[in-house]
């Protein structure tokens, strides 16, 4: 037991210690320059969307700006909302989606549009669910040009309502502070130590379209991670950064929206792996989901020490939870969360096994 302990030390120390190496937004941006930026938002089935990403942008503080939409063939009143709320603003322009060509993932064919039309400095791409404070542009700007970086992203605070959301959603600020070596990531060009969120992705134009752009990973379901990956393989700089206190984002309003979202990226973001999949179950059954039944046993035997483990455990997601905007009192579902997690893997995993397609937004991905 002392041992079992002593490791879960170690993991809320690592933790601590990784978390000095993800920079954050700055409070008060100073940007010498200023480029023109060009927001691009990818749409499909926004509607309940819409109004309030439109808002966010127009109150943004950075005035050298466009602002480019792409509706992508929506079959809701995505269209209709997008002409009313824009409406006299000289900064939007609204463009309407082509076909998706065989091979594409949809959100990488809705990027590469938008980009085609976009003539600034800068390109940030935004999810449509995400709300962002005034500055959190100019902060974006300010924190790629002082790193000197092609590429800024950071993962926002989550607004988690459906119970599904409240365990899996958190649990990327977890996989990125826990498993992700921050140092190697944004200082080094070593490809397997990056991390990428494409709801908030910030590049140098020229840069990005020296590398080829979104076309170069036209059909990967985690096409965020491997765009950065080709940013670094051009030996440019990228830079994972906490945007938590600028940015949010509602992923997910229902329970199946949350399982269907997980369940296309989960397998496909470790790569397909059988045996990574067979490590994550064992690692996170014994360091997480564990412990609670050894505190249970802990407090009917009055072998108190055993309570020890789930205490430590709570405390590393409670951490990560304060520094990353989240609700505190979420840290003590992490059992809930591991088991959720490994759930969705183990499904996604399943599917891959036996070809069946993953589904999203009405579209079929093997």
Known sequence: MILYIGIHVFFLVWIIINRLFLPSLPKNPKITTEPLVSVLVPMRNEERNVATLIKSLKNSTYRHSEFIILNDQSTDGTQQILTQETAGDSRFKIIMGKELPKGWIGKVHACHQLQQEASGDYLLFVDADVRFRPKAIDQSLALLQRKKAQLLTGFPAFDVSPFLSKLLVPMLHFLVLFHLPIFLANHTKFKAATAANGMWMMFESASYRKMGGHATVYNSLVEDVHIARKIKEHDYKVVLANITMSVKCRMYDTNAEVWEGFLKNSYAGIGRSPLMALLLILFYSIFYILPPFLAIYG????????????????????YIDMVTNQRWYLAFLIPLQALAMLAVLTQSMRKSFKKQAYSWKGRHYS
Do not use: D, E, F, K
């Open 299 to 318: 407090i009917v035997s009055g072998l108190y020490m055993w309570m020890v483990p789930y205490a430590l455990t709570v405390a590393q997601r409670w």
